[in-house]
């Protein structure tokens, strides 16, 4: 899939899917919230919105409150790319999301999926 599909998909679609993965390997989806607001700055609220309108991807990050500057502390690899060296920064920002939500389903403790230490 060409990345303009992906920053047109609506946030709708793909949140289930992110919280579908953390369910499946049981994670909540108190967990999923977290980690989206974390790396976002979205609250609860704001995604419930986002969830109920036609919100794209691309719209999602672009006007995201505050995106987290630990998030650059984000490393590894997300479908065979390692997200520190995306170029893109739409597709750098949706593949810290992607890998956030893998650490996530892989059991990770939440303090080190957010960068506690950092």
């Given at each position: 899939?060409?990345?303009?599909?992906?920053?047109?998909?609506?946030f709708?679609?793909?949140y289930?899917?992110?919280v579908k993965?953390?369910?499946k390997?049981?994670?909540?989806?108190?967990?999923?919230l977290k980690?989206?607001?974390w790396?976002?700055g979205y609250?609860?609220?704001d995604?419930?919105r986002m969830?109920?309108?036609?919100?794209s991807?691309?719209?999602f990050f672009?006007?995201a409150?505050k995106?987290?500057?630990?998030?650059k502390?984000?490393?590894?690899?997300?479908c065979?790319v390692r997200?520190?060296?995306?170029?893109e920064p739409l597709?750098?920002e949706?593949?810290?999301?992607?890998k956030?939500?893998?650490?996530?389903?892989?059991?990770?403790p939440?303090?080190?999926?957010?960068?506690?230490?950092?």
């Open positions: 899939m060409d990345d303009k599909k992906i920053y047109e998909m609506p709708s679609k793909i289930p899917l992110l993965k953390a369910l390997k049981g994670r909540t989806v108190d967990e999923v980690v989206i607001s790396l976002t609250d609860a609220s995604i419930e969830l109920n309108d036609a919100t991807y691309r719209v672009q006007n409150p995106l987290n500057p630990h998030r502390l984000i490393k590894g690899t997300i065979g997200v520190e060296n995306i170029e597709m750098q949706i593949r810290y999301l992607d956030l939500i893998d650490e996530l389903a892989k059991g990770k939440m303090d080190k999926i957010l960068r506690m230490e950092a």
